[in-house]
């Protein structure tokens, strides 16, 4: 178990993203390898819609996100265009990674469609080497009230 990093909850992360035609494969449903790509989204719409910023403030600031592994469970197929619902949230912190939970629902949130989690590397895009989450960027993953 990772040590807690930071003593407030995490900033739960809610959008809606939309089901393109692109996203889907020659089975007819959403293919798996888009499913981050929702989550990714989302994450990056709520933080737009909630504070004004994106890739590119975090970029100016030297502050990367690297992927480094992530697990999906299936529990429906997508197999139409249109909305769905992402939630995410950091679920624990360790010095220089974060792992996120998220679960992709129906816009209506009655059909869960997959859950799973991923971690990622906090980087100094400068040095590109692993860092700890600077205290200025903590409001952004965190309740710090």
Same mark, same amino acid.
């Given at each position: 178990? =990772?040590?807690?990093?930071?003593?407030?909850?995490?900033?739960?992360? %809610?959008?809606?993203?939309?089901? @393109?035609?692109? $996203?889907?494969?020659?089975?007819?449903?959403?293919?798996?390898?888009?499913?981050?790509?929702?989550?990714?989204?989302?994450?990056?719409?709520?933080?737009? %819609? @909630?504070?004004?910023? &994106?890739?590119?403030?975090?970029? =100016?600031?030297?502050? &990367?996100?690297?992927?480094?592994?992530?697990?999906? =469970?299936?529990?429906?197929?997508?197999?139409?265009?249109g909305n769905i619902w992402v939630?995410?949230?950091?679920?624990?912190?360790?010095?220089?990674?974060?792992?996120?939970?998220?679960?992709?629902?129906?816009? %209506?949130?009655?059909? %869960?469609?997959?859950? &799973?989690?991923?971690r990622f590397a906090i980087m $100094?895009?400068?040095?590109?080497?692993?860092?700890?989450?600077?205290?200025?960027?903590q409001k952004y993953f965190y309740?710090?009230?």
């Amino acid at each position: 178990m =990772q040590k807690k990093l930071v003593d407030s909850p995490p900033l739960i992360y %809610e959008a809606a993203v939309s089901v @393109r035609f692109s $996203d889907f494969d020659f089975y007819g449903h959403v293919n798996a390898s888009r499913y981050l790509d929702f989550v990714s989204c989302s994450r990056w719409s709520f933080l737009y %819609e @909630r504070f004004q910023v &994106g890739p590119e403030y975090f970029y =100016q600031e030297n502050l &990367g996100f690297y992927v480094l592994n992530s697990s999906i =469970q299936f529990k429906k197929a997508i197999t139409r265009l249109g909305n769905i619902w992402v939630t995410s949230f950091t679920e624990e912190q360790s010095f220089s990674t974060m792992g996120v939970a998220f679960s992709i629902t129906s816009s %209506e949130k009655d059909v %869960e469609y997959a859950s &799973g989690n991923f971690r990622f590397a906090i980087m $100094d895009l400068d040095k590109q080497k692993p860092k700890k989450l600077p205290i200025w960027a903590q409001k952004y993953f965190y309740h710090l009230d």
